[in-house]
């Protein structure tokens, strides 16, 4: 059975950080270039950044880009996002997705950052 | 870059059939074939339900297809059934971003 379990959402202050984590697990992880989409409040869905299988990879939304890093650990099967410098539009639903080409395959059940003062 | 454009919402009465519109430009869906559909039901993971325009991935009902003219593709929903409300959005590859863009979203309603 397919799992994406996020943790590492929170309530943060402006300016501050964030460290989201991705497990994942009954797929093969290396298989998968492995993303963060996020959804704001009442808003649609918006791609933050993907990683490839070997991490050498890496793209990000021109929103987050210098602010957020993504990495992974194929050992333990899971992705990392860290956020720094946030901001109140970074106030999001962060989805961890596992991306074969063009489509997401896997999606996890989404973390909650809220950036407030 | 901008969000590829969907109706905010639609609806339709159960055994009725339904097609959601995701327009783009020729930077996205004009020039290939890699649109996918998410189906969204609140609180639980999005699921795929079509890749590649037109392909449906295993486990999902031959209900739904996708298909693309032009610039613009689209979802089908045959014979709606109440399970079927939801959001749907659509996600496209483009020349402008190697991330890819979505559309807005579509709440589909079922009466």
């Known amino acids: 059975q397919v799992q994406l379990v996020e943790s590492g959402g929170g309530l943060v202050k402006p300016g501050g950080s964030l460290r989201l984590s991705c497990a994942a697990s009954?797929?093969?992880?290396?298989?998968?270039?492995m993303s963060w989409i996020r959804q704001a409040p009442g808003k649609g869905l918006e791609w933050v950044s993907y990683?490839?299988?070997?991490?050498?990879?890496?793209y990000y939304a021109d929103s987050v880009e210098g602010r957020f890093t993504i990495s992974r650990d194929n050992a333990r099967n899971s992705v990392y996002l860290q956020m720094t410098s946030l901001r109140a539009e970074d106030t999001a639903l962060y989805y961890c997705?596992?991306?074969?080409?063009?489509?997401?395959?896997?999606w996890g059940h989404g973390t909650l950052v809220t950036v407030s003062s | 870059q901008s969000a590829l454009t969907q109706p905010a919402s639609m609806s339709g009465s159960p055994g009725q059939s339904i097609t959601i519109s995701c327009t783009g430009t020729?930077?996205?869906?004009?020039?290939?074939?890699?649109v996918s559909w998410y189906q969204h039901h609140p609180g639980k993971a999005p699921k795929l339900v079509i890749y590649?325009?037109?392909n449906r991935p295993s486990g999902i009902s031959n209900r739904f297809s996708g298909s693309k003219s032009g610039n613009a593709a689209s979802l089908t929903i045959s014979g709606l059934q109440a399970e079927d409300e939801a959001d749907y959005y659509c996600?496209?590859?483009?020349?402008?971003?190697?991330?890819?863009?979505f559309g807005g979203g579509t709440k589909l309603t079922v009466l």
């Open positions: 997705a596992a991306r074969y080409n063009w489509h997401v395959v896997y």
């Open positions: 020729s930077s996205d869906i004009g020039n290939f074939n890699f």
């Open positions: 996600n496209s590859y483009t020349k402008s971003s190697t991330l890819g863009v």
């Open positions: 990683i490839s299988s070997s991490t050498n990879t890496i």
């Open positions: 590649d325009v037109s």
């Open positions: 009954g797929f093969t992880f290396n298989d998968f270039y």
